[in-house]
């Protein structure tokens, strides 16, 4: 899933790591990373907030499926490697040992998932609140979330 060419000057900014990586693997873990990275809960009225966290929900399940991407990658490289080295390989070692730390960190987007999710659907307006208040107390609550993926992604990215 790798994106279209570009020739980085002032107008792009800096290439980010998946633009960097030649490896489909590691250009999908990193490009996970940079979303949830991306991630701002900024609504512009009180009857968006439940849909904008919605949305947020939909970003993290979409970059959790970029991790699974690579889970299969890797699974496929210890497979084609066991093939021809059937009594082991370092190569295959550290593949199988990059998929438990990718499938750790899975784990931390499902979680954030399903609590973007549950904050979502359990949102009700309270008219003696403004917007402010609910961007302030929502954006910390989506911040705690996604904090566990950001401190908790495999020790190669």
């Known amino acids: 899933m790798r994106g279209p060419t570009i020739r980085w000057g002032l107008e792009h900014g800096h290439p980010r790591p998946s633009d960097l990586t030649t ?9 996970a990373q940079e979303t949830i990275e991306d991630i ?8 968006e907030i439940s849909e904008d966290l919605g949305g947020i929900a939909s970003e993290v399940e979409e970059a959790g499926a970029l991790v699974d991407e690579a889970i299969a990658g890797y ?17 295959s070692e550290e593949c199988e040992e990059k998929i438990g730390e990718a ?12 609590g973007l999710d549950d904050l979502s659907a359990t949102f009700q307006a309270d008219p003696d609140r403004t917007l ?5 107390d929502y954006s910390a609550q989506v911040e705690d979330l996604l904090d566990p993926i950001k401190s908790e992604s495999p020790y190669f990215l």
């Open 23 to 31: 490896s489909d693997k590691l250009a999908n873990l990193y490009l």
């Open 40 to 47: 701002t809960f900024a609504p512009s009225e009180i009857e």
């Open 75 to 91: 699974q496929e490289s210890v497979e084609q490697i066991t093939q021809y080295f059937p009594n082991g390989n370092p190569t």
């Open 103 to 114: 499938e750790t960190w899975r784990e931390t987007f499902n979680e954030a998932a399903y």
């Open 132 to 136: 402010e208040d609910y961007t302030t």
